[in-house]
């Protein structure tokens, strides 16, 4: 049996920049769009007794002659006793013959990959001119995606929409220290029309920002809802969106900002113009115009962390990162 290694959160951190995970992220949308990655829908295990649910995700990507299997837990309630909303692993197995090779922290991995995904999203839709960013969310998964935007655009001001001051405020210190670049918390929801991109990063299950508050051909990275039941997106922006997702199946089957909208008669399915990676693969154009408006809805998708996971995983073996468990 070959060595099997543990990845904590602070290895994954350190060993992987966010301009690695972006590029990685070209990788994982080209095999998804390709229909070279084998990515079933994830399973769902609701615990409603506990505010909660656990997601089990597998993915084959014979790219990186991986196997992977993450698992994550969402419970709601964690925040109000100071524990991490997402707890997360994920198990890598060789391709070739099924051995055991690593285990990683999968919280920081998430984020990562979700920051980096909205990076590659940006590059490819943003307008290259774009320099102020709006961001909705003060947690995990808002700042990988500050820093996924950072690493594709040259920002002169971060904005960041926070329900809890406090929070926004430190948000807002430790982004500027991290970055060197202008954070500030917003106090007025018109504030918004001077985003050239947004993300919406939160766990709302309602639009977090009103459409006639959109600057004209702002870019918009939605990743915060993830079920057919809640949305970050208002539907009269994605009813005017150049819609591009992760991937269609998904989109069609999990995300709120999408399903909504096509029930209540807004849009049609075939609506949606783009897997990200059909743009990276060059099938489909990116921005068409500097005065229209892109959306990226993400779900989040498997392939995308064993992408990253496998990378981790060769790096490991040269540099003979994480702890050997036997």
Same mark, same amino acid.
């Given at each position: 049996?070959?060595?099997?290694?543990?990845?904590?959160?602070?290895?994954?951190?350190?060993?992987?920049?966010?301009?690695?995970?972006?590029?990685?992220?070209?990788?994982?949308?080209?095999?998804?769009?390709?229909?070279?990655?084998?990515?079933?829908?994830?399973?769902? !295990?609701?615990?409603? /007794?506990?505010?909660?649910?656990?997601?089990?995700?597998?993915?084959?990507?014979?790219?990186?002659?991986?196997?992977?299997?993450?698992?994550?837990?969402?419970?709601?309630?964690?925040?109000?006793?100071?524990?991490?909303?997402?707890?997360?692993?994920?198990?890598?197995?060789?391709?070739?013959?099924?051995?055991?090779?690593? &285990?990683?922290?999968?919280?920081?991995?998430?984020?990562?990959?979700?920051?980096?995904?909205?990076? &590659?999203?940006?590059?490819?839709?943003?307008?290259?001119?774009?320099?102020?960013?709006?961001?909705?969310?003060?947690?995990?998964?808002?700042?990988?995606?500050?820093?996924?935007?950072?690493?594709?655009?040259?920002?002169?001001?971060?904005?960041?929409?926070?329900?809890?001051?406090?929070?926004?405020?430190?948000?807002?210190?430790?982004?500027?220290?991290?970055?060197?670049?202008?954070?500030?918390?917003?106090?007025?929801?018109?504030?918004?029309?001077?985003?050239?991109?947004?993300?919406?990063?939160?766990?709302?299950?309602?639009?977090?920002?009103?459409?006639?508050?959109?600057?004209?051909?702002?870019?918009?990275?939605?990743?915060?809802?993830?079920?057919?039941?809640?949305?970050?997106?208002?539907? &009269?922006?994605?009813?005017?969106?150049?819609?591009?997702?992760?991937?269609?199946?998904?989109? !069609?089957?999990?995300?709120?900002?999408?399903?909504?909208?096509?029930?209540?008669? !807004?849009?049609?399915?075939?609506?949606?113009?783009?897997?990200?990676? /059909?743009?990276?693969?060059?099938?489909?154009?990116?921005?068409?115009?500097?005065?229209?408006?892109?959306?990226?809805?993400?779900?989040?998708?498997?392939?995308?962390?064993?992408?990253?996971?496998?990378? !981790?995983?060769?790096?490991?073996?040269?540099?003979?990162?994480?702890?050997?468990?036997?």
């Amino acid at each position: 049996m070959e060595t099997l290694r543990y990845f904590s959160r602070q290895v994954v951190e350190e060993a992987l920049t966010m301009s690695e995970a972006i590029e990685l992220m070209k990788d994982a949308f080209r095999s998804l769009s390709s229909g070279e990655a084998v990515v079933p829908l994830r399973v769902n !295990l609701p615990q409603p /007794e506990q505010n909660a649910q656990t997601l089990f995700m597998p993915v084959y990507l014979p790219s990186t002659e991986a196997v992977g299997l993450k698992m994550v837990t969402i419970f709601r309630d964690n925040p109000i006793q100071n524990l991490p909303l997402i707890h997360g692993l994920m198990l890598i197995m060789d391709g070739t013959n099924g051995q055991p090779l690593a &285990l990683l922290d999968a919280e920081y991995l998430t984020a990562l990959r979700t920051g980096a995904a909205s990076g &590659l999203a940006t590059d490819l839709l943003a307008r290259k001119d774009a320099s102020v960013l709006a961001v909705f969310g003060t947690g995990a998964q808002a700042r990988t995606q500050v820093k996924g935007v950072a690493a594709v655009r040259s920002l002169e001001k971060v904005l960041v929409f926070g329900k809890n001051t406090a929070k926004a405020e430190a948000f807002c210190i430790e982004m500027q220290n991290t970055l060197g670049i202008n954070v500030e918390a917003a106090s007025q929801p018109k504030q918004l029309l001077e985003a050239d991109i947004i993300c919406t990063a939160t766990t709302s299950n309602v639009p977090v920002f009103e459409h006639q508050y959109l600057k004209k051909g702002v870019h918009i990275n939605g990743v915060g809802s993830y079920r057919s039941d809640a949305r970050e997106i208002p539907g &009269l922006t994605m009813q005017s969106a150049k819609i591009v997702v992760d991937q269609r199946s998904a989109a !069609l089957a999990e995300a709120g900002d999408v399903v909504l909208p096509i029930q209540e008669g !807004l849009f049609e399915a075939d609506s949606i113009f783009a897997e990200l990676g /059909e743009i990276v693969l060059g099938t489909k154009p990116g921005r068409a115009s500097s005065g229209e408006i892109t959306v990226f809805k993400s779900v989040g998708n498997a392939a995308q962390d064993l992408a990253v996971a496998s990378y !981790l995983v060769r790096k490991a073996q040269k540099l003979n990162l994480g702890v050997v468990l036997g």
